[in-house]
């Protein structure tokens, strides 16, 4: 009973700031469009009609589903060996190290977009340096430049994990591999990465969400020529004043990344219990 | 089976030597352990042999082989690590059988050999089970069918009972050296534990700051410390000054703060030169103070161990020695009491 009094701030905040306005969002998304309120009278399921059946949103989905696929595949890739040394470094400069890693949380993101924007630029630094060679210009202010940043931007969510959990596992057990005959890459592919699962497990999920969810990354760095669902919500909410319509975007986005991540997990579940 | 030759190992770690200008032979089918404190370069030695560390110098060979630059995987060990190391993904049949997988020994053949070995550790029915639903002992167990299911050339164990309860320990020494001599299998046994290496071991290797001090048998190093390090570590040796007053071979009398007495030596000495005597605390007895020889002196602390007692006792001049004494005639803490060496059972430090 005392114990559960314990939990009883962290609920309240729960339920004060997330579950009163996700309940908001799912009656606004029933609600009918008005041209000079925030909606009409009434209650309807046209809105998610809409959006389910024009081919114009579903394409939307799909590319903000990929782009935040992109950014998890590219992100695990570049993570695992940072958050391998990280995790089993003695070097005097691991703080260093550290702090280089969780860089890009130091600045907000609208700085480090124009950061990026500055690079990648037409006529920025990276053209620039290809230009030395002959190649270029190329244009990356587009679906590349999205993708780029949404990886510097999110990359310590995925090293962060996977760095803890490599750093729970007992070095001798890769010793113990070797000495019985493996190989260093049947170790890695055996022990060293089965055992850091749980890890890549919450990296892969925070990163997948946070990019699927991603709106000044997209809105600054496309140019213009980038859209995602998120993008395309504040244009319903701000400039159309279509409130209903975008929360139902945002709600069929919410649990289309729910349902993807309800899969991921089922599909790992497996290796994961054999870790525990 | 094979043949182990260290030539001339070191090994540095930047500016740290942890071990200098070892050399050690291993003969075939023999247990011989590391012993020494934390930090001695023991376990660097094994972890050199076993190729998890490449020293800065020398040679390891197994049998006529030089593996030296060979990677673990490439050397045919088994090895128990202190942690045991089992992998806590895999089953005890998973953990038992990685080493036959990675040869491609599956199916049937590996069964029979994962069985055999389950067999020979005494470890039937937990074939399903993971390693966290273990007890200790069982894990030690596993630890050491995973390690000679692979029918390794040589058997590395490093601390391998330093994470089990005192009566566990004792049994999985006697289960250790029985199946070590039932195997035939070259063993180098890494530990800090004096009896613990007495008790396994064909031959014990004392190491002090990455260097060997002595090389011999358990009555060997016990009897005969080669170096006054190796005479405290392995007990409570009362380390004695005294004066050379008649050398011959093999023997010499000493005076001491203890009168005189005789003992072994393995050099030469001159009389008059001063020296230092190990005395044993079983060497040393509590009298009556008839003899005229005897010491007197205070019992300042009194420790009951069982069979024996141990007796801390201020001398006249304020040495305290310890002296072991048959529990039975007890001397309560405070009491005055008589003591003399038994000639013949101390030994001169070279």
Redesign the interface.
């Known amino acids: 009973m005392r114990r559960w009094l314990l939990a009883l701030p962290a609920l309240l905040m729960v339920v004060v700031f997330v579950v009163i306005p996700y309940l908001n969002i799912v009656v606004m998304s029933f609600r009918t469009p008005s041209a000079t309120a925030i909606h009409g009278p009434g209650f309807t399921i046209a809105n998610y009609a809409r959006a389910l059946t024009d081919s114009l949103y579903l394409g939307l989905l799909a590319d903000t589903l990929l782009y935040a696929l992109a950014t998890t595949s590219i992100s695990l890739v570049l993570a695992f060996p940072v958050a391998f040394h990280l995790a089993r470094t003695e070097s005097r400069w691991r703080g260093l190290l550290y702090a280089g890693v969780l860089s890009p949380l130091l600045t907000g993101v609208v700085i480090r977009c124009f950061g990026w924007i500055i690079l990648l630029a037409n006529d920025g630094l990276v053209n620039q340096g290809l230009g030395l060679f002959g190649l270029g210009p190329y244009r990356f202010i587009n679906g590349v430049g999205v993708t780029i940043a949404l990886v510097h931007v999110f990359l310590p969510f995925m090293i962060l994990p996977i760095m803890n959990a490599i750093q729970s596992v ?1 070095p ?2 890769a ?10 890459r ?1 170790t890695f592919f ?2 060293t990465l ?2 850091a699962v749980p890890g890549i497990q919450s990296g892969v999920v925070l990163v997948f969400v946070l990019s699927a969810s991603a709106y000044i990354i997209p809105m600054l760095l496309g140019g213009g020529r980038v859209q995602t669902l998120p993008t395309v919500v504040v244009q319903q909410l701000m400039g159309g004043l279509l409130w209903p319509f975008g929360a139902t975007l945002a709600l069929i986005l919410s649990l289309t990344a729910l349902a993807i991540i309800g899969v991921f997990a089922a599909l790992t579940r497996p ?1 994961m219990q ?2 525990r | 089976m094979s043949r182990l030759t260290i030539q001339g190992l070191s090994k540095a770690f930047g500016d740290v030597v942890a071990v200098h200008q070892v050399n050690l032979d291993v003969a075939e089918g023999e247990f011989v352990s590391l012993l020494g404190p934390s930090g001695c370069g023991k376990t660097t030695t094994l972890r050199c042999v076993a190729g998890l560390e490449t020293p800065t110098t020398g040679r390891i060979c197994f049998g006529d082989r030089d593996v030296t630059r060979l990677p673990p995987e490439k050397r045919l060990i088994g090895m128990v690590f202190q942690s045991y190391a089992l992998f806590p993904h895999m089953t005890v049949a998973q953990n038992i059988g990685f080493g036959l997988d990675v040869r491609g020994v599956h199916g049937s053949e590996a069964t029979r050999r994962i069985a055999d070995v389950v067999e020979i550790v005494q470890l039937s029915g937990l074939d399903a089970r993971y390693p966290r639903e273990l007890s200790g002992g069982q894990q030690q167990r596993v630890a050491l069918a995973r390690a000679l299911v692979i029918e390794p050339a040589m058997l590395l164990l490093d601390e391998p009972l330093a994470n089990l309860d005192a009566r566990l320990r004792e049994e999985m020494r006697f289960f250790i050296r029985s199946l070590q001599q039932r195997l035939g299998i070259t063993t180098l046994y890494v530990t800090h534990d004096q009896s613990e290496s007495m008790i396994m071991s064909n031959r014990v290797v004392v190491m002090f700051g990455g260097c060997i001090h002595q090389i011999g048998s358990a009555e060997d190093i016990y009897h005969r410390p080669a170096t006054r390090e190796v005479a405290t570590f392995i007990g409570q040796a009362n380390l004695i000054p005294g004066r050379v007053v008649e050398a011959r071979d093999g023997t010499a009398t000493i005076d001491t703060g203890l009168g005189r007495f005789r003992c072994g030596t393995r050099r030469a000495v001159d009389v008059g030169s001063a020296v230092t005597a190990v005395v044993w605390p079983e060497a040393l007895r509590l009298t009556n103070g008839s003899d005229r020889s005897d010491l007197s002196g205070r019992v300042v602390a009194r420790h009951f161990l069982g069979n024996l007692v141990d007796y801390r006792i201020a001398l006249a001049d304020g040495t305290i020695i310890s002296i072991h004494a048959l529990s039975g005639g007890a001397a309560p803490t405070g009491e005055a009491v008589s003591v003399q060496v038994d000639s013949d059972k101390a030994w001169l430090l070279p």
Do not use: F, I, N
Request: aromatic share 0%.
């Open positions: 007992d001798h057990l010793e113990a591999a070797r000495t019985l005959g493996a190989s260093g049947h055996h022990v089965p055992l290796s054999r870790v």
